[in-house]
């Protein structure tokens, strides 16, 4: 019996289970910037991201196709346009898994997962439109001035 095709991890799950959870891992990280989640998972997952934001820095259709088909639509608009400009000149190594140690009920290696450079700093700063100055406004004049006097000529 040979077993040399086993490269990924299995996570006892079906194919189409598997894969569904770590397209899930990876649109609830471009989410929410950063996930606690198992080691394996993150590790599955950081991987499969780290390839998708390849793609998405390639910017043609094809390649926003295939960002597409591997995350949900919201999710990988957001990888597309905000996050991946944002990454900056760096070639690989997007994510990091750090080890957040074990969880409580069945000890379970617990790692968090997280981009490298801090996304919420690097927001795009958008110039404030001044505001339009007020019109200058006329001098009021005083009550007295503004009714009209009628004076009646009683001789």
Do not use: W
């Amino acid at each position: 019996m040979r077993h040399y095709g086993q490269a990924r991890r299995k996570f006892g799950r079906e194919r189409g289970h598997r894969r569904s959870l770590i397209k899930n891992l990876a649109t609830s990280l471009v989410e929410h910037q950063s996930l606690v989640t198992t080691t394996p998972k993150a590790k599955e997952a950081a991987s499969y991201l780290e390839k998708l934001i390849t793609k998405a820095k390639k910017g043609d259709l094809h390649s926003r196709r295939q960002v597409i088909s591997g995350l949900r639509p919201e999710a990988a608009a957001k990888l597309v346009n905000e996050i991946v400009p944002k990454l900056g000149a760096r070639n690989s190594g997007h994510l990091r898994v750090k080890s957040e140690g074990f969880r409580r009920g069945d000890h379970a290696a617990m790692s968090k997962i997280a981009f490298v450079d801090d996304l919420s700093l690097k927001a795009p700063v958008k110039p404030k439109a001044e505001p339009k100055p007020a019109p200058p406004k006329a001098k009021a004049k005083p009550a007295a001035a503004r009714v009209k006097k009628t004076v009646s000529k009683k001789e």
